[in-house]
């Protein structure tokens, strides 16, 4: 889900439940990750969490994703600083195709595209499913992600 330091469009903006500028705290040779971290852990699904940085803090993506973080860029300053948008959706690795469309209607094409059915009842992990059919997980949780904030 990468989007390449420029704003992505098409969707709503929102009210960030939390925001966080990480540029003093880099500019002073101090690591922000903990403070990230301690910041979005209490957050509840749906909230968002705006992060502005002196840069696209694309390694982020990674560590939040799987823990049913969807992320945007909003907005590229001219001094290349970058504003984020972390929105919760509860869909992580452990979640299951039943549970995420009965939360996310919208989802379901993206599991049909994946070639995910709701074969034993759409009870099996998506972890489990990426393993046994081959699937990148990373891919498919972006995609769902993704799926999940434009609405």
Do not use: N
């Amino acid at each position: 889900m990468s989007t390449a330091q420029r704003p992505t469009t098409g969707f709503a903006p929102v009210t960030p439940t939390a925001t966080l500028d990480v540029r003093p705290i880099l500019a002073a040779g101090d690591e922000p990750f903990g403070l990230i971290m301690r910041t979005v852990r209490d957050l509840p699904d749906g909230a968002t969490f705006a992060l502005t940085a002196p840069f696209e803090p694309a390694p982020l993506y990674d560590v939040l994703a799987p823990q049913g973080w969807a992320h945007r860029v909003v907005a590229v300053d001219v001094d290349g600083s970058v504003t984020v948008h972390f929105t919760a959706t509860g869909i992580t690795a452990d979640s299951t195709p039943a549970e995420l469309v009965a939360r996310h209607p919208q989802l379901q094409p993206v599991l049909d595209a994946f070639g995910i059915d709701q074969c034993c009842g759409g009870a099996k992990s998506l972890a489990t499913i990426a393993t046994a059919h081959g699937l990148a997980l990373p891919a498919l949780l972006d995609a769902l992600h993704d799926a999940a904030i434009a609405g």
